[in-house]
């Protein structure tokens, strides 16, 4: 017989709506609420105000880990949660760290709530609409996997089994070489259905508000196409750099062939090395100085290699770099890619 606890909010489980919200956490035995619509066993329900685990997440988390550890349920479910934030927080939250523990666990709850992030992938997440109006279609689908899971099934992948994306991996075995399927995708996406073998997820970045006044401002170099003085001094990395570099240009006018290289690993630098100003254009920037048409150069170069560099190491390196150049009163930035 399968064993399962429920996770519920205090509204969901009856005991009360905003002014319970800082109810502190309790167990009760069998289902309660929407665990009666679930269409399985639940041997306790585990109950947390949304405003009490956003205050106490710690305390709340130890309490109700440990009720699971003495119940050592087959699987745990949590909500669902539709749209509501703070409980779809605490659902995924808990969702994880039991999952963590090795006991399976299933959330319900809209897309685009913040418990999805929370889950962080440990647990699995049925997706719910955004109202309570939609109970009757998720309670279903999570009981169906909550089910599966507690049997110890292999959960096949999100565009299948119905769950959310949990940004993972699986190596298998395809049918055809990689050049027959993108020519395969190719000739899909021409005939209007659009299918992908991977997906990205990236920050949209808002564009900045442009310079009231280029003869007046500051402007810096900044690039990620590897360019290093000759002998790459630093040892900056062909790909998945760790580190960024910044070198003076005072007294420099343009970046001459054999005093600077590329070492970028994802293109033939042999041209880029034969003239570097082709990447990083000095010679025009000193030029337009000399004009007046900007104010000044600032004096430093700042560089990396973009090749395979994960996101999250990039944004970092964004992040130092645009520091530095607040600091230094930059108003304007060149920034060259490959």
Known sequence: ????VHYLNQFFAGRGAEEAAGSAPLRLEGAVGPGRGLGIDVAATLVCGDDYFGEHEEEALEQ?????EE????????????GSGRYGYACGTIAREAARRGIPAVCGMHPENPGVMAAEGAAYTIPTEDRVTGMRDALP???????????GEEIGAPETEGYLPRGLRRNQVAGKTAAVRAVDLLLAKLRGVVNTETTADFDRVP??????DLARATLALVTESGLVPAGNPDRLESNRAHSWFAYPLTGVDNLAPGAYESVHGGFDVTNANADPNRLVPLDVIRALEREGRIGRLHETLYTT????TPVATAAKFGDDIAQRLRDAGVQAVILTGT
């Open 64 to 68: 109700l880990l440990g009720w699971l």
């Open 207 to 212: 564009p900045p508000d442009p310079v009231a």
């Open 305 to 308: 290699t973009g090749n395979s």
């Open 71 to 82: 119940d050592e349920p087959d699987v745990l479910v949590c909500g669902p949660a539709f």
């Open 141 to 151: 689908r999570m009981a169906a996997l909550a089910r599966r899971l507690a049997a």
């Open 1 to 4: 017989m399968v064993k399962v």
